[in-house]
Nanobody
Framework: QVQLVESGGGLVQAGGSLRLSCAAS????????MGWFRQAPGKEREFVAA????????VYADSVKGRFIISRDNTKSTVYLQMNSLKPEDTAVYYC?????????????????WGQGTQVTVSS
């Protein structure tokens, strides 16, 4: 079992930045693929970014490519999402997910564990 706890959400003006963190409870964190998803009111949960359990593998949604950066620190069992140039349409609850698949994936069903989410609100 892996427990995930997100932090770093909040209210920010358009054009601003936030960094989300997700701390995992499992010591074998490094072998898990980690992903960030988001869900806006009235919409389905959508993929944002993911990073493989091995170095170098990342994938981003087109809507955030060039603005968001996902990274991980395996010594701290933590994954980060640096969000820059935020837009009002980035407003959502952001969820961290961990998957045994190792390789980064955009597919929700490939993730085995989910955090409770953190709210990000971008004002115009």
């Amino acid at each position: 079992q892996v427990q995930l706890v997100e932090s770093g959400g909040g209210l920010v003006q358009a054009g601003g930045s936030l960094r989300l963190s997700c701390a995992a409870s499992r010591r074998a964190f490094g072998s898990y693929a980690m992903g960030w998803f988001r869900q806006a009111p009235g919409k389905e949960r959508e993929f944002v970014a993911a990073i493989s359990g091995i170095p170098g593998g990342t994938v981003y949604a087109d809507s955030v490519k060039g603005r968001f950066i996902i990274s991980r620190d395996n010594t701290k069992s933590t994954v980060y999402l640096q969000m820059n140039s935020l837009k009002p349409e980035d407003t959502a609850v952001y969820y961290c997910a961990a998957g045994k698949t190792i390789l980064a994936t955009t597919t929700t069903a490939m993730y085995d564990y989910w955090g409770q989410g953190t709210q990000v609100t971008v004002s115009s």
